[in-house]
């Protein structure tokens, strides 16, 4: 007998972006195999994808007009088909819409929706061999993975002309497959609140000059992507970072030590599961910012205040008057507190441990200059209750997700929801 699945949320709405290929007549297929899934899908085509298949095809089985003009009609095609659908898949993927996928190029309906979009979304590559291969191809996919993008294929066989290689479109079934791992993927954090800060503070020193940290800010962000994923409410307090607000984030900018504490105070006032402080906080300020321009006039010195130490401050505050209730138990919420160090990794790990008892947080998450500022990937040591717990180098989004897992879950009792999507 098989397992009783759990009840699936409303149909799922999916685009079904199709591109010039011979494979378009396997996006049919596709299409079917999406609404006998009882998914509800609206058909995107290229231009070029009009001269392999028709659009009545695709609008007979769908039951929906197939959408190709970005300048027809009125509104914003790319911007309200965006907003009303679930998830973006591209079957085929031409190496001609990669590459403009990759670069952020909008020339046509297609272009335009995968930048508007903001759900989860999937390439499934078809083109010859020699394409696939090619350095430039190669750029473009490994572009699109680090944006996020789930990469479906491509398979080996035989292509149109005759030849046979890696460059074949993969099967309907498999890019089904690879659509339901992604719905049905552990949400084992609906129901928490989870409060991340990342990236740098910025100290005003005059209208043109400042002083901050090389912070890039993509570790609190993998943090916060991570657990909005598996279905937790986030909000995210930033410092000054060019990155994109991760997919069903609150995100709150700020731009001093005083303006995070403050901001990170209010949202802690309503109950949360916790907080990540994950955010490179300057440690001084000017103690008198200038309203001009300071001119140049041989050398200076500069008095600084130092700012107070917010997750210290916040665990202070938290532990003396805890919220009523923290998203399921009593207490204040959790406080993992980030230590970025120089030297050795026992040096590195002492920090660690000492700001841990210093602090009054829960955890730290212990890690080097060397191997973690700016960078994609991080090694670190989860530092708590127990012996400090060294980690393999991990992807940001990796260590993020190994966290929420390690801390979260087992604190919270969380319970991890499967079938969540009928596909």
């Not at 998914?39 to 039951?63: D, H, N």
């Not at 473009?140 to 030849?163: F, K, M």
Request: with cysteine.
């Amino acid at each position: 007998m098989k397992p009783a699945r759990t009840p699936p949320l409303p149909a799922p709405r999916v685009l079904l972006g199709v591109t010039g290929s011979i494979a378009a007549y396997k996006a049919v297929l596709l299409a079917r195999m999406l609404l006998e899934r009882g998914a509800r899908v609206q058909v995107v085509m290229t231009p070029a994808a009009q001269r392999f298949i028709g659009k009545a095809t695709f609008s007979g089985l769908t039951g929906q007009p197939v959408q190709d003009d970005l300048f027809g009609g009125s509104g914003e095609p790319h911007v309200s088909l965006a907003a009303s659908h679930d998830c973006l898949i591209v079957a085929p993927a031409t190496a001609d819409f990669v590459a403009r996928a990759a670069q952020g190029r909008a020339s046509d309906l297609l272009g335009a929706l995968w930048l508007c979009f903001r759900g989860p979304k999937f390439v499934a590559p078809a083109m010859h061999p020699q394409m696939w291969n090619h350095q430039a191809t190669q750029r473009n996919i490994e572009q699109l993975r680090a944006d996020g993008t789930h990469i479906l294929g491509p398979a080996y066989g035989v292509v149109a002309s005759g030849d046979s290689g890696v460059g074949r479109m993969v099967e309907p079934a498999e890019i089904l497959e690879g659509l339901s791992r992604e719905f049905d993927r552990k949400r084992d954090l609906v129901g928490q609140r989870v409060v991340v800060s990342a990236g740098p503070t910025v100290e005003d020193l005059d209208p043109v000059r400042f002083l901050s940290n090389r912070s890039s800010g993509k570790m609190g962000f993998a943090l916060a992507a991570a657990a909005a994923a598996r279905g937790a409410t986030v909000d995210l307090v930033a410092g000054p970072v060019s990155l994109p607000t991760p997919q069903g984030v609150q995100r709150h900018d700020v731009r001093s030590a005083l303006e995070m504490l403050q901001k990170l105070r209010a949202l802690l006032a309503d109950p949360c599961a916790a907080l990540f402080m994950a955010a490179a906080v300057g440690d001084y300020r000017a103690e008198a910012p200038q309203t001009k321009k300071i001119k140049r006039d041989g050398a200076m010195a500069l008095k600084l205040a130092e700012n107070p130490d917010l997750i210290a401050t916040i665990a202070a505050e938290l532990r003396r008057n805890p919220p009523a209730e923290a998203a399921g138990k009593s207490g204040s919420p959790l406080l993992v507190a980030f230590a970025l160090e120089t030297g050795t990794d026992a040096e590195v790990v002492r920090a660690a441990t000492q700001k841990r008892a210093k602090k009054g947080v829960d955890y730290v998450v212990a890690n080097s200059v060397a191997e973690a500022l700016g960078g994609d990937d991080n090694r670190v040591t989860l530092v708590g209750p127990a012996h400090p717990e060294p980690w393999p180098t991990l992807t940001k989004r990796q260590v993020a997700d190994r966290l929420l897992t390690a801390l979260l879950v087992p604190v919270q009792g969380a319970q991890v929801l499967h079938g969540e999507c009928p596909l």
